[in-house]
Every structure is written in structure tokens, then in C-alpha cells.
């Protein structure tokens, strides 16, 4: 079944440049993962070089691809998607709250104050917002094209399960709900957290059109563990190239390449919103 609507990217958006981690904030940060056997105790995941991706199983045997493999990203193929039921489509409890914009030496991210204070329900299951964060460029790829970056609400249930709402981002207008987030990121941003002045209400950064893909998945940074539930929008939101710049100056490429389906199957999901 054909999804509609499919990812609109301009040449002018995709120019924008190549714009980390999913583990939920209220555990210990991907980049301090425990190593897997076999790495160097000192040694750190990255993007490029001896550590990036390819290496990535050193840091966790879950990031190596085998066929039983469902890691995250992916590339969605609108034209496999099955339809989904009323019962799997997010239904948000979003309001605008107080978060916190932090380094976390692979991506910045926005952690809210109180993590109890956002969050979203599928299936009967409550996931309480931990974080969200940026991605450049798009760690999914929809119907083959790539977004300058992705945007990933993280959010976990009580009984430690995750869920993960992406979101393209594309070049237009400039985010009101995320003007302070971009005009805060410096290369010198606390990997302690800093306060942000006006509160965020995480509804603002959901596409109107609702509708996305859901498969599971699992986190796209070391240690890639699996059983991670993700919702993909298929329509982007838009934020200035100001806005896209003030990212990429920090991390110009922070992005997982896309991994095999294998067996898995993409679901659309009809709008929550």
C-alpha cells in the first residue's frame, strides 16, 4: 500500500548540509556505555574513523549485523507498508514544560525538567518523554530520500520499554518552539545541562498530518540494543537554515547509516494528533 503523503526534501533543504544518542536520559548516556569484550577500555564510539559505525560492535554485539538483526535506522519504502490498526496510533499528552539543553559528546539534546511532565500512549501503554535530540542528516531514509536532519523524541514506559517518535526536519520557516534550543547551541554547551529560559511544549515539533510508520527497531547509537519501537512521520516539520546551521557547526554528521529490514514489516499508523 502506497503511504501518502511522501517526504517532500528540496534540493535547496537537502544542500543544507549532512545536520546522538537514543538511550533514554534518565540512564547512563550511550556514550558511556560500558564496552563489549574485546574494546579498548578507554575507548569511546564515534561516526568516522576506527570507532565509527562499522566498528560499532566492539561497543555493543547487538550494533553487528546479523539475520536475526532489527536495528534502527531504516530505509522505509512507502509502497511495502501495511495499514495498521486504531489502537497502535500515538495519542500525545503533551503540554509546554521546562527542559534543560545538554552536550552529550554526540548530539545535543533537550531533557526535561520533569520527566513526568510529557507523554504518549500506544497500545493502552503510557511512555513518558526522557529526551529529545537531533540527528544530521536523517538517520531514516523515506522512499530513498534523506532529510538534512531528524529530530528523535525518546520516551520509556514504566516497565523500561522504549519508544521512539522521528521526525524529519526540513529547511523553511524558522521553529518557534525550538528557537531558543538552536540559539543556545554553542560548541561550548555543559555536558551538565543548562536551563533553557522559556518552556518547550513537544506537541509544536509533530507533524499536523500524523501519520506515520511504526516497526520496532532499536537505538541507533552503541550499544544498538534492540526491541525499541519507533513511529517515523512521513511529513516534516520545518526549521530555519539559521536554525539547521547552528546545529551542524557542532555536529556536521552524526547519523547512523540506514540497516537491514530482514524479516520485520512496516506499519502505517493513522494520526494521534
Known amino acids: 500500500m502506497k503511504i501518502r503523503p511522501a517526504l517532500a526534501l528540496s534540493t535547496a533543504a537537502l544542500a543544507i548540509g549532512a545536520l546522538a544518542g537514543c538511550a533514554p536520559a534518565a540512564t547512563t548516556p550511550a556514550a558511556s556505555a560500558s564496552p563489549s569484550p574485546g574494546a579498548s577500555a578507554d575507548a569511546e564510539w564515534s561516526y568516522r574513523g576506527s570507532n565509527g559505525p562499522e566498528h560499532w560492535g566492539k561497543f555493543g554485539a547487538a550494533c553487528e549485523n546479523v539475520d536475526s538483526s532489527h536495528e534502527s535506522p531504516i530505509a522505509i519504502d512507502t509502497s511495502t507498508v501495511q495499514m495498521g490498526t486504531a489502537a497502535q496510533k500515538v495519542v500525545t499528552h503533551y503540554a509546554p514544560a521546562a527542559f534543560d539543553i545538554e552536550n552529550n ?18 497500545n493502552g501503554k503510557t511512555y513518558e518523554l526522557q529526551q529529545f535530540h537531533l540527528h544530521a542528516s536523517s538517520e531514516h531514509t523515506i522512499d530513498g530520500r534523506t532529510a538534512p536532519a531528524e529530530l528523535h523524541l525518546v520516551h520509556k514506559a514504566e516497565d523500561g520499554s522504549v519508544l521512539v517518535l522521528g521526525v524529519m526536519l526540513q529547511a523553511g520557516a524558522a521553529s518557534t518552539a525550538l528557537d531558543e534550543f538552536f540559539s543556545s547551541i554553542t560548541p561550548t554547551v555543559s555536558e551538565k545541562g543548562t536551563p533553557l529560559s522559556h518552556k518547550i511544549d513537544p506537541a509544536a515539533l509533530i507533524p499536523a498530518d500524523g501519520v506515520s510508520v511504526q516497526y520496532d527497531g532499536s537505538l541507533t547509537t552503541p550499544p544498538c540494543t534492540e526491541d525499541v519501537r519507533w513511529n517515523v512521520y512521513l511529513t516534516p516539520v520545518t526549521v530555519s537554515a539559521e536554525e539547521l546551521a547552528a546545529f551542524t557547526a557542532v555536529y556536521p554528521d552524526n547519523h547512523r547509516p540506514v540497516q537491514p529490514l530482514h524479516d520485520r514489516t512496516l506499519t502505517e499508523i493513522p494520526s494521534g494528533v
Do not use: K, L, W
Request: aromatic share 0%.
Open 105 to 122: 559528546g554526540h548530539t545535543i539534546e533537550a531533557i526535561p525538567e520533569d520527566p513526568t511532565s510529557n507523554s504518549i500512549e500506544v
